[in-house]
DNA sequence: TATTGTAGTGAACGAAAGATCACTTGTCAA
DNA sequence: TTGACAAGTGATCTTTCGTTCACTACAATA
């Protein structure tokens, strides 16, 4: 019940910290959304900052054990409408989860200020991606469905542009329909660009 | 000399801000950085938001008058090394102007407590470079330059992966010199990739 | 049943925040 | 020379912040 607690403010810290930002969020409010009145949350906690450093231990054990490990990679596709699919189930779970956009703000907000913040947020929006796939096309030029070029190349000019399209829906959510769509073009006009016929 | 203490004032706000974010900066250090007393600071500005706001419009209409009027288009180039150093001159200017950072910068961090930084948010990072680069594409597909395809989808997909080395940058300055290195390596594949031979 | 530890309460604290105000100084126009 | 005003000072106000503490309720254990 303990335990309960404390993953409870954790849950709601990351949710006050990704709207108003660390400084911006107050123990008071934390408390209340929780039901608890303000001193409540220094039975869990010792401090504000304290409950700081465990959200950012959550989300780095998070992402470790989600996109960190080579067992989570996903199956190389065996043609181009798979490797289209894909993505757009990978950008469906990215945009829509709320643990994940909720995180990625976090990290938007607090890359400055936080070192870990900051490491995190590379990982999150550049070399993550560009790793995953990294591996998929190179996977992809051995079955023939891709021309021959450097993967690495091909995953940071095929991530970058998806990237931006998932900062723009967490920035401005009414537009998630068209970024969707954008999405699906981009990855179209990649295959065409750099699919072997 | 009101309208430059004025202006000061922006100035640290803008410094201030970009680092600390609107929520964790106060009045106290921003006067002190100017060698003023914190009351001093409301002889120019009633308020904290209306420091805020005043900065806002400052960098609204900087960049009305630098990226969003026709004639500050740069001239579309006539051979792939041109646009390369084209390309580079601009990276060069936007990871380095103090000014330009700092907004880039704030931006990030206010992008979802304000509706107006918001908005230029996405200007700055997605369609302002999308479509400057969108005319470039164009006029070097009519030079024959570039092979003939939708110039917004190239210009999406070279403006994009920039602006994600970009924001490494303001996250990691550390990483200034390679992500120079690779906006240009980039910048040549793209060129291999789209260009004419 | 007696005891002990845990989760939560409500009052209170000092520090720091944004803002106000009476006052001084210096500049410039009448 | 004088009057008015803009710019800056220092004391002070109110509010809110993070945090502490004595206390209560209650569940689990011995």
Redesign the pocket.
Known sequence: ??KD?KERILNAALEMFSQKGYEG?????LSASL??????I???Y????EIWNALLDRMIAYYGERFGSPEHLPPVPDSPEEFIAMTMRMADLTIHDEQIVKTRKVLTLEQFRDDRARELATKHFLTGLTEMFTHIFSGMMDKGLLRLDDPAMLAFAYATPISALIHLCDREPEKTADAIRRIEAFSRHFLATYGVK
């Open positions: 019940m303990a607690t969020t107050n123990i008071r409010e039901g608890l009145v303000k001193s409540g220094y039975k869990h010792e401090s504000k900052e």
